[in-house]
C-alpha cells in the first residue's frame, strides 16, 4: 500500500515549502512504478548534523527493488524530538533506463 500522504503529511516544513503533495506523489510513484518493491535495503551510511538550523540526520541505503538497484538518501529534521523527512533522493541507472 502506497502512503504518500502520509509521509507528506508528516514531513518537515522545509520539504513542504520546496514541494506540493502532488509533485512527491508523482515523485515516489514513479520510483516504485520503474524499480517496483524493496526486497532489501542494506546500511550505506549515516549522518548527524547539528547547527544553528536545527540538527539532521542523513541516512544512505543501498536499496535492491523488482527491478534493478539503488542509493536512497533520506535526510530528516529532528522537531521536538520526533523525525520529519526533508529530503529524499536517489541514485539509480535503472530508474532511468526501466
Given at each position: 500500500m502506497q502512503r504518500f500522504a502520509d509521509i507528506?503529511?508528516?514531513?518537515?516544513?522545509?520539504?513542504?515549502?520546496?514541494?506540493?503533495?502532488?509533485?512527491?506523489?508523482?515523485l515516489l510513484g514513479a520510483v516504485n512504478g520503474k524499480l517496483g518493491a524493496v526486497k532489501t535495503a542494506e546500511d550505506n551510511g549515516w549522518n548527524v548534523n547539528f547547527n544553528t538550523s536545527g540538527t539532521f540526520v542523513k541516512l544512505s541505503f543501498k536499496t535492491e527493488f523488482?527491478?534493478?538497484?539503488?542509493?536512497?538518501?533520506?535526510?530528516?529534521?529532528?522537531?521536538?524530538?520526533?523525525?520529519?523527512?526533508?529530503?529524499?533522493?536517489?541514485?539509480?541507472?535503472?530508474?532511468?533506463?526501466?
Open positions: 507528506f503529511a508528516e514531513a518537515s516544513d522545509e520539504l513542504k515549502k520546496a514541494t506540493t503533495e502532488q509533485e512527491l506523489s508523482r523488482e527491478k534493478g538497484t539503488g542509493v536512497e538518501t533520506f535526510t530528516y529534521r529532528i522537531v521536538d524530538g520526533r523525525a520529519r523527512l526533508t529530503g529524499y533522493n536517489i541514485n539509480s541507472n535503472a530508474l532511468i533506463t526501466n
